[in-house]
């Protein structure tokens, strides 16, 4: 006997298989406008650090999801922290 009968093989409409791709990612909303954080604190490190790589370097707000303002602003931050040692340049 055979298990499968052809009939049941066809799929209509390509029967999506995994985490949608392609044409819409998910839709990432900026952490910072979620908080309503209209200043970002250079002093915030717990904060920039999710905005850097773990080499210290400053994320895509592509990778991060942070829209374009606050990722200006986070940017600023970032470097005001390094500035006073609270973020390393580069960690190696
Ligand atoms: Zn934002």
Do not use: N
Request: positive net charge.
């Amino acid at each position: 006997m055979s298990s499968e009968s052809p009939a049941r093989r066809q799929r209509p409409y390509g029967a999506s298989q995994g985490r949608p791709r392609g044409r819409y990612m998910r839709r990432k909303v900026c952490s910072f406008c979620v908080e309503k954080i209209t200043r970002i604190d250079y002093k915030d490190v717990a904060r920039l650090r999710r905005l850097v790589t773990d080499r210290g370097k400053i994320l895509k707000s592509r990778a991060t999801g942070t829209c374009f303002r606050h990722q200006r602003a986070a940017t600023r931050a970032i470097k005001r922290a390094r500035h006073l040692a609270l973020l390393p340049f580069v960690a190696d």
